[in-house]
């Protein structure tokens, strides 16, 4: 399966709409995309929407926590959104859940 990806920008928070499977076939090219925008500095806030993600491995929970390890640097902030339950229990199981899902009621 490929891997589609589609963007869009509203003030100063930048959209990523991630399409199809995220393994380590197609993570390189996330990967990079991510890291190229979390490394802005101007960019605060990345929202990475799963919601057509059909499958993620563990080369694609390697690639946010790459891209997490790069907004300490940036100052930026990296959130996903729209899990599929099977995505959501990967982010759950690994941690990540708790440190880029955002949560109902934060002011964000």
């Known amino acids: 399966m490929e891997l589609t ?11 990523l709409y991630v399409a199809g499977e995220i393994d380590a076939y197609t993570v ?3 990967r990079e995309r991510l890291l190229a925008l979390v490394s802005v500095p101007e960019r605060r806030r990345v929202t990475v929407d799963l919601q057509e993600v059909e499958y993620i491995d563990s080369t694609g929970i390697g690639a946010f926590v790459a891209a997490m390890k790069a907004c ?4 930026s902030v990296l959130e996903v959104q729209n899990l599929s339950p099977r995505v959501e229990r990967l982010f759950r199981i690994t941690g990540l859940y708790e440190r880029i899902v955002p949560h109902k009621g ?3």
């Not at 990806?5 to 100063?12: A, I, P, R, T």
């Open 106 to 108: 934060e002011n964000h």
């Open 72 to 75: 300490k640097q940036s100052g």
């Open 5 to 15: 990806m589609k963007e869009s920008v509203q003030d100063d928070q930048h959209f």
């Open 28 to 30: 390189p090219r996330l």
